[in-house]
């Protein structure tokens, strides 16, 4: 267990703000977290910075789990359940599941963050969504409550029902700063892969590069549209994805449509439509839209931007206007996704 205090907190997340922590505490295995728990019961987990806005420095302990580490837990002739370290990159994840011919992750490739952080916003992408795949994680509680399965500092696993899994959300959102996750474990396929290649552009660069098929090939895929339309975090701050795409009931959706025929969506159950918040964003003239060092990507409207040297509270101030603005004009309310510090 490594302690840093006074640390500046720019490489530990992917808007490059630079606030200070009083204390970082870096986890390299459980005993080193349970030890942190112990010392610092009030300690907030740290992830891999993808997906916060730091809008002032934080007061409390922060824990960052470095350990590492991807083993199969269990195979049969069709499947398999690969583990993996809540410290591991969940782009490294991707990769060496595909790598191994292993289905079911491909669409998720190149997304930024640590596996640790994964179950909590239910991360998806490109038609699938981590539930999906999800079979268990290993967490352990640190908070003495009745509501929380566990007490303080005992380990639990949570089976994906347990999860409450939903659209960028998941008891561990829910039940913020309750419980610590260690491992997570995937159920992938091994044979007879059900691929997802209906959503956005993928099909049409598996034609354009004369590809059938295959988790290597659809990963492959996705990084370069991913590539192409978002900024890389070490060269221009980002978090990706900041708002949800807004789901509204279809009487809405409906009357939205009678001014805007070409609204894209997508179909939620019977009564509800997903709307594309780069699409709600990109009618009210905000695609490029700056203020000093701050911006809405020129390329994905979807992503806040930091040029450099601007704070977290300026990030937010845009957000918020951009809220504003597209409320104004479609009466939709988009919600943020990045967590808020």
Known sequence: MKIHENISLKPYNTFGIDQRAPLLIEAENEADILEAIRLYPNLK?????????????????????????????????????????????????????????????????????TVGAAPVQNIGAYGVELKDVFDCCDAICIKEDPKYMGNFGDKVTFLKKGCAFGYRDSIFKQHKDGY??????????????????????????????????????????????????????????????????????????LELQKHYPNIPHYSIGDDQEKIPAAYLIERCDLKGYR???????????????????????????????????????????????????
């Open 180 to 253: 610590i996750i260690t491992s997570v474990t995937l159920c992938l396929t091994k044979q007879n892969h059900q691929f997802k290649t209906h959503y956005g552009d993928i099909r049409a660069h598996l034609a354009a590069h004369g590809w059938e098929e295959s988790p290597q090939h659809i990963a492959q895929v996705v990084k370069e549209i991913r590539q192409s339309k978002l900024p890389n975090p070490a060269e221009l701050g980002n978090s990706g994805s900041f708002f949800k795409n807004p789901v509204i009931p279809r009487a809405q959706f």
């Open 45 to 113: 987990v740290l992830g891999g910075g993808s997906n916060i806005l730091l809008t002032q420095a934080p007061e409390v302990p922060l824990l960052h789990i470095t350990q590492k580490g991807i083993s199969v837990a269990h195979e049969t002739d069709e499947f398999v359940w690969v583990r993996a370290s809540a410290g591991e990159l969940w782009s490294d994840f991707v990769d060496y599941c595909v790598a191994q011919d292993y289905g079911g992750v491909e669409n998720l490739a190149l997304i930024y963050g």
């Open 291 to 341: 203020i000093d060092a701050v911006g809405v990507h020129q390329g994905q409207p979807l992503v806040m931007v930091n040029y450099g040297g601007a704070t977290g509270a300026a990030i937010l101030a845009l957000a918020r206007y951009v809220q504003q603005q597209v409320k104004k004009r479609f009466d939709i309310l988009m919600e943020m996704e990045v967590n808020i510090w």
